[in-house]
T-cell receptor, first 116, second 114 residues
């Protein structure tokens, strides 16, 4: 069965420091991978997605993610964190059922706190 | 363009009651998906509607149902509420649905079951 694991429940980084959020997936076929961010009281916003091609994907707000098939990982990175990045981050895999439209399977999320 | 709107934003019900949540997608979007978010289980897919037809369904009991109207607005109904149904219910819309297209999420309806 498809699954997504985000090993870190909560991460605290200092403003200006670099960030890496981990995501591992389990999926039999070529995965469609996503990172979403959820700010308090808000819905989810798509940061970036990977379907195929270049394994380093650029997203909004200065985020990027790298797909590593050998490690079944899709880690999210940002070189310099801003206080406004404090939020909860969700990794998701698109479960495609034999060509029909599928749905998203989410990880449990990583809450990011930013120290001034 | 207006974003996805969900009403009501907050709801308190008691066990055994039923509840209906509403979602208005972005104009022109024909797919509406519903997700349940809880601290323990995280975000779980409930179902997706496209052009008034349920196209995909997650692993939830039959107490959870939905429908979509001709204007793409969608409602989700939960009957015989249980304490465990307390959650944030998120609605997402996209032009054609599926995992290939970006889904735009609403702010959610926070349901508390007492």
């Amino acid at each position: 069965a498809q699954s997504v694991t985000q090993p870190d429940i909560h991460i605290t980084v200092s403003e200006g420091a670099s960030l890496e959020l981990r995501c591992n997936y389990s999926y039999g076929a070529t995965p469609y991978l996503f990172w979403y961010v959820q700010s308090p009281g808000q819905g989810l916003q798509l940061l970036l997605k990977y379907f195929s091609g270049d394994t380093l994907v650029q997203g909004i707000k200065g985020f990027e993610a790298e797909f590593k098939r050998s490690q079944s990982s899709f880690n999210l990175r940002k070189p310099s964190v801003h206080w406004s990045d404090a939020a909860e981050y969700f990794c998701a895999v698109g479960a495609n059922y034999g060509g029909s439209q599928g749905n998203l399977i989410f990880g449990k999320g990583t809450k990011l706190s930013v120290k001034p | 363009k207006a974003g996805v709107t969900q009403t009501p934003r907050y709801l308190i019900k008691t066990r055994g009651q039923q509840v209906t949540l509403s979602c208005s997608p972005i104009s022109g979007h024909r797919s509406v998906s519903w997700y349940q978010q809880t601290p323990g289980q995280g975000l779980q897919f409930l179902f997706e509607y496209f052009s008034e037809t349920q196209r995909n369904k997650g692993n939830f009991p039959g107490r959870f149902s939905g429908r979509q109207f001709s204007n793409s607005r969608s409602e989700m109904n939960v009957s015989t509420l249980e304490l465990g149904d307390s959650a944030l219910y998120l609605c997402a819309s996209s032009p054609t649905g599926g995992v290939y297209n970006e889904q735009f999420f609403g702010p959610g309806t926070r349901l508390t079951v007492l």
